[in-house]
């Protein structure tokens, strides 16, 4: 064989290794749309310590509103519809930790949360929304553990309302921690 015949069936070679790699699954439309699957465990996982940190501090800072403005941000209305969820179990005190902006946007911020909890369901005379710093006392781990094992039981029951935030705490802790 000549040096052509070799580099011909390289090249040839070459092009069906490159046709049949580059093909993809065309029954799946959407394969972005797998991304946002919550029913994968590392998600459910991640989704038990989302609740407890709501549980210890239903804070909405500076980072939760679109910047120098009074609207929330996508990440804003994720944390006060799972703030509200708590609040409708257990009750409690949302503070809006916020320095940016004048004292005109701040007062918007307060306005602006307390409108999202009224339209996520929350009675208005039991919705308590301050100004100021957090003062969220923590969670230690005994309680975390508590929290997480009570939610390893609500999984194994066959529930799937998921994470400590859809029931009562367990015997011994109150909304607010150890007693």
Same mark, same amino acid.
């Given at each position: ?67 120098? +403005?009074?609207? @929330? ?8 519809? *799972? !703030?509200? #969820?708590? %609040?409708?179990?257990?009750? =409690? ?21 307390? +409108?999202?909890? @009224? ?8 919705? *308590? !929304?301050? #100004?100021? %710093?957090?003062?969220?006392? =923590? ?41």
């Amino acid at each position: 064989m000549s040096y052509r015949q070799y580099i011909l069936i390289g090249l040839v070679g070459a092009g069906f290794i490159l046709a049949t790699g580059c093909v993809y699954d065309k029954t799946d439309p959407e394969p972005a749309a797998n991304l946002q699957r919550s029913d994968w465990p590392s998600q459910q996982s991640f989704q038990t310590q989302v609740d407890n940190a709501v549980q210890c501090s239903m804070t909405v800072a500076d980072i939760h509103f679109v910047p120098y +403005q009074a609207e @929330l941000n996508s990440l804003g209305r994720a944390r006060l519809t *799972a !703030i509200g #969820s708590y %609040l409708e179990l257990h009750g =409690g005190e949302v503070i809006v930790d916020s320095h940016r902006g004048d004292e005109l946007t701040r007062k918007k911020r307060l306005t602006s949360v307390r +409108q999202f909890l @009224l339209g996520q369901g929350l009675d208005e005379e039991s919705l *308590a !929304i301050t #100004s100021g %710093l957090t003062r969220g006392r =923590g969670q230690d781990a005994t309680e975390a553990a508590i929290f997480y094992q009570a939610n390893l039981m609500s999984d194994d029951s066959g529930s799937s309302a998921g994470g400590p935030l859809s029931q009562a705490a367990p015997a011994g802790l109150s909304a607010g921690g150890a007693q």
